[in-house]
């Protein structure tokens, strides 16, 4: 059974910085497509960063220069950088996998099968 559970997540001020984690279970991360997205209250959900088998990696442009997703092949799991973190950065952050995706480096939420639970970010201006 796949498991990925999320932590990190916390308040910050604007500029400051998070690491968010995401453990998985029953999967591989280095053999998954692998993605964070977030989801801010009335709003739908959005793909932040994905990450397919080889490393490569795509990010949105709202984030791109300033979160970086990275696997730790040794503990299993999937991280995301946040630099320069701003109040439009709110949200809550889940971890989703997939073992095949409709598109390279997918940010379709519809593309994962496999969400953690999600952990909440906040940044305060």
């Known amino acids: 059974q796949v498991g990925l559970v999320e932590s990190g997540g916390g308040s910050v001020q604007a500029g400051g910085s998070l690491r968010l984690s995401c453990v998985a279970s029953g999967l591989t991360v280095s053999t998954y497509y692998m993605a964070w997205f977030r989801q801010a209250p009335g709003k739908r959900r959005e793909g932040v960063g994905s990450?397919?088998?080889?490393?490569?990696?795509r990010y949105a442009d709202s984030v791109k220069g300033r979160f970086t997703i990275s696997r730790n092949y040794a503990k299993n799991t999937l991280s995301l950088q946040m630099n320069s973190l701003k109040p439009e950065d709110t949200a809550m952050y889940y971890c989703?996998?997939?073992?095949?995706?409709?598109?390279?480096?997918?940010?379709?939420?519809?593309?994962?099968?496999?969400w953690g639970q999600g952990t909440q970010v906040t940044v305060s201006s």
């Open positions: 989703a996998a997939a073992w095949t995706t409709s598109q390279t480096l997918s940010l379709e939420a519809n593309d994962y099968r496999h």
């Open positions: 990450i397919d088998r080889g490393g490569s990696t």
